[in-house]
């Protein structure tokens, strides 16, 4: 099963993002100036979030759809399910560790400033504040 490996791995990015954003968040909120090395941080897990939260959530809904709609034997279905479950909590915690960085920056509108920038040099999208 393909799934398995796929479910695993990314369960540790989403979980990486949940636990790297409140991380630098708290050394946000002690800096009164963001230095560059920071922002380029911040604004590198804001972006790897917002390019994998939309797929990864996919990828999970589709490996629900196996569970319910596949026959797979019952140790096979038990280990999916665990993935799945797994994942989704780690998706809804990196969105709301990610959503509590992003209000920070709307708050502190001086440090938002070099962020966005490189999130926009980034070329990936505009900037979420």
């Known amino acids: 099963m393909r799934f398995l490996p796929l479910l695993k791995e990314y369960a540790g990015k989403m979980a990486d993002l949940a636990e790297r954003a409140p991380r630098v968040l708290a050394q ?26 939309k797929p ?4 999970a809904r589709e490996a629900s759809g196996l569970i319910e ?11 999916l399910k665990l993935r799945i479950d797994e994942l989704e909590e780690h998706i809804r915690f990196s969105d709301v560790s990610i959503g ?3 209000k920070s920056l709307t ?4 440090q938002a ?13 505009k900037a979420p504040f």
Request: with cysteine; hydrophobic share 45%.
């Open 28 to 53: 946000l909120m002690n800096l009164s100036t963001l230095q560059r090395p920071m922002a380029l941080e911040i604004g590198r897990i804001i972006c790897l979030h917002d390019a994998l939260a």
């Open 56 to 59: 990864v959530t996919d990828m």
């Open 69 to 79: 709609h596949a026959a797979v034997d019952q140790y096979l279905r038990a280990e």
């Open 100 to 102: 509590e960085l992003i």
């Open 107 to 110: 708050v502190q509108k001086g």
């Open 113 to 125: 400033e070099i962020v966005r920038k490189f999130i926009e040099q980034s070329g990936r999208y």
